[in-house]
């Protein structure tokens, strides 16, 4: 018996290059450098009520009893400790209650609750579906983020947009399936937008950062003042059949087929997308509808302009992210009314801008942030991090409109009715894409991994 000494194989590749002259193997590396592809055999799994997500983030944690889940009891008992038997939770003290400053009212034929810190948004009352119930683990923003965007903070795990761009591809051979336009730096950073462990052309694309303005944001490599066109077509083509080469030589190398896929949609964006990041070609109408060209709009108008423009063109899952401004740990009041007057115009003007090009109806926007915050006062005027309890909204894309869901306690501390956990939404947005989160699944390390790992329900009640 010889040990090492195994019979040829034949696989896939080398049939193809030996069956009918080869033309199979030709056809499958021009397949090989196509546009962002979905993975193999993958197709919605039902029906799919949107084609593409608008995640709006605001990075930091929004206070969510001063924005969409108004609690008179807390200005009933301002000044007083909070007991943890006031919510079932033994006698420990919680700390020290602090009211909202802000005047809440129901808005539209539906009713819906808001603060009186989003004026524009109320106009759209009827259109959000408002999640009261949500919660996740990790008081920290680093954990929290990382949760939010991948579903778990330990290893290294594929963003939700990756998940997205790997079960449903791109929609357009010019555009990548998954982009983030500002995204945080730090608090995770790249994983926030990355594959992980998918194969490479499913990581988000990155426009800017979040502490760079988006008027002055670039994306790295998009031109070449050196080559023209056909120079550079020349020179990729010698750099592909390098490449092609390589991985007919390794047989399967996912690293090499992203890599040769990346190169072209690299070239081919280059047409594309300059036109996409100038606003020059919107009507006066139009850019006034998202607050450009004023203060403190312009840069988030902008951001939403942008993510209205890349939707329209088939990029299936697009964040755009405020800058890190939301964490207030002092002076809540007014860092509540400085950061919704940065969002408030633009959110309205991107979803009145979706609902006239008819692209509500099948655009799922969502807003929130990575956790919410303490109904207690921390440095007297501010409120700490609670993950405990928290308010994302959505619109369009197939969820009920005019709903609010979930319920907290008399002093929004966690849900009483309805809890909805971090696994819960991420399930839900993939079902309203299409996708059965239990089956949109990648073999990793000898286990087959999803995005929201063992856990997550389908949050039925929102969807209409």
């Known amino acids: ?215 002055k944001a670039v994306i790295p490599n998009l031109s070449n003042a050196r080559l023209d066109a056909s120079l550079q077509r020349g020179q990729l083509d010698l750099i592909q059949s390098l490449n092609r080469k390589h991985l007919s030589d390794a047989k399967v190398d996912q690293g090499i087929e992203g890599l040769i896929a990346s190169y072209e949609l690299a070239y081919r964006m280059q047409s594309s997308v300059p036109q996409i990041m100038s606003v020059d070609d919107e009507s006066v109408a139009t850019r006034e509808l998202y607050g450009i060209d004023a203060e403190p709009t312009d840069n988030f108008g902008r951001q939403c302009l942008l993510a209205r423009k890349f939707a329209e063109r088939g990029v299936r899952y697009i964040q755009v992210s405020t800058d890190y401004t939301w964490d207030h740990h002092n002076k809540v009041k007014q860092g509540s009314i400085d950061e919704s007057a940065k969002v408030d115009r633009p959110i309205a003007g991107l979803l009145e801008d979706l609902e006239q090009r008819g692209l509500l109806d099948d655009t799922l926007v969502l807003w929130g942030g990575e956790f919410g915050r303490t109904p207690m006062v921390e440095n007297g005027d501010g409120r700490n991090h609670h993950p405990q309890a928290f308010t994302v909204w959505m619109a369009g894309g197939g969820v009920k409109p005019g709903l609010t869901y979930g319920v907290t306690d008399d002093f929004g501390y966690r849900p009483v009715e309805n809890p909805v956990h971090m696994h819960d939404l991420h399930a839900t947005l993939l079902h309203a894409l299409g996708l059965d989160h239990e089956q949109l699944t990648y073999r990793h390390a000898g286990r087959d991994f999803r995005l929201t790992d063992v856990y997550g329900n389908v949050i039925h009640d929102l969807l209409s």
Not at 32 to 53: D, M, T, V
Not at 98 to 124: C, R, T, W
Not at 142 to 151: Q, S, Y
Request: charged share 15%; net charge positive.
């Open 1 to 215: 018996m010889n040990c090492h000494h195994f019979n040829k194989t034949t696989t896939r590749r080398d049939m193809l290059r030996a069956s009918a002259c080869g033309f199979g193997h030709v056809i499958l590396s021009a397949l090989a450098g196509g546009s962002a592809q979905a993975a193999p055999n993958l197709k919605p799994h039902l029906a799919p009520r949107a084609k593409r997500i608008i995640f709006l983030f605001m990075w930091g944690g929004p206070s969510q009893v001063d924005t969409f889940d108004p609690k008179p009891q807390l200005n009933n008992h301002d000044g007083t400790p909070l007991s943890g038997k006031d919510i079932g939770r033994g006698d420990k003290s919680l700390g020290t209650i602090l009211g909202s400053p802000f005047k809440f009212a129901p808005h539209g034929q539906s009713g819906v609750v808001m603060s009186e810190l989003f004026p524009s948004l109320a106009k759209h009352a009827d259109k959000v579906c408002v999640v009261r119930s949500m919660h996740t683990n990790g008081s920290a923003h680093g954990e929290a983020l990382l949760r939010l965007h991948t579903g778990q903070a330990n290893l290294v795990r594929p963003s939700v947009g990756a998940w997205v761009s790997y079960g449903l591809g791109s929609e357009s051979d010019n555009l990548p399936a998954f982009l983030t336009i500002s995204p945080p730096r730090g608090h995770g950073g790249v994983q926030n937008y990355g594959n992980a462990f998918l194969p490479a052309r499913h990581q988000g694309m990155a426009i800017g950062s979040a502490e760079i303005p988006i008027a």
